[in-house]
Nanobody, 124 residues
């Protein structure tokens, strides 16, 4: 059974930093291309960062480029978030993705597994 779990969310002030973690079980973790998403209640889910199975390629949404970094090791995937802004407030999720030629990253519908998410709240 595939399970995904996000952690590390918190409430911080604008300008602060957070590190989110994502773990997945029931799969060969080191073989999977993964991504981070966020969603504000009432709005569509946004794909914000992706990383290939070997960590050699990454993709970032314009909204977080230059402030967030994505990384992984054999145990987990991480999202380092710096210079946080109130508009970064959202529930953050990780899941399986595909990175297409042209640099487009989107959810892998063949691996449609999601955790409960981790809440990030940024106060001004």
């Amino acid at each position: 059974q595939v399970q995904v779990e996000e952690s590390g969310g918190a409430s911080v002030q604008a300008g602060g930093s957070l590190r989110l973690s994502c773990k997945a079980s029931g799969v060969t973790f080191e073989s999977e291309t993964l991504g981070w998403f966020r969603q504000v209640s009432g709005k569509e889910r946004e794909t914000i960062a992706c990383i290939t199975w070997n960590g050699r390629s990454t993709w970032f949404a314009d909204s977080i480029k230059g402030r967030f970094t994505i990384s992984r090791d054999n145990a987990a995937m991480y999202l380092e978030m710096n210079d946080l802004k109130p508009e970064d407030t959202a529930m953050y999720y990780c899941s399986f993705v595909k990175i297409y030629r042209g640099g487009v990253c989107s959810p892998d519908h063949a691996m449609d597994y999601w955790g409960k998410g981790t809440q990030v709240t940024i106060s001004s």
